[in-house]
């Protein structure tokens, strides 16, 4: 399957160093994803609090990601695949 919101993308800045719920919460992530609408940072779902997937049902925002060093690839939520 093909992408469909590649046109969603913004340019994002994220400032944060983890994610931004576990970081107030005191919690811990296992990797970290980046959201290409707002530049969110949230924790993956192999992390137990899927801030990552949260925030998409949040806000509808479909991209996010990795925001892991030398990983370059983005997941849509809404067509359920990876863009490389």
């Known amino acids: 399957m093909e992408c ?4 969603q993308i913004q340019a994002v ?11 107030a919460s005191g919690d811990t992530w296992v990797h970290l994803r980046v959201c290409l609408t707002c530049g969110h940072v949230g924790c993956c779902n192999s992390s137990k ?3 990552a997937t949260k925030h998409f ?14 990983e370059n690839w983005i ?10």
């Open 4 to 7: 469909t919101h590649l046109n």
């Open 13 to 23: 800045t994220s400032i944060s160093v983890g994610c931004e719920e576990c970081l």
């Open 49 to 51: 609090n899927k801030h």
């Open 57 to 70: 049902h949040n806000t509808g925002h479909p991209l996010v990601k990795s925001f892991e060093p030398g």
């Open 75 to 84: 997941w849509c939520y809404i067509d359920k695949t990876f863009v490389h």
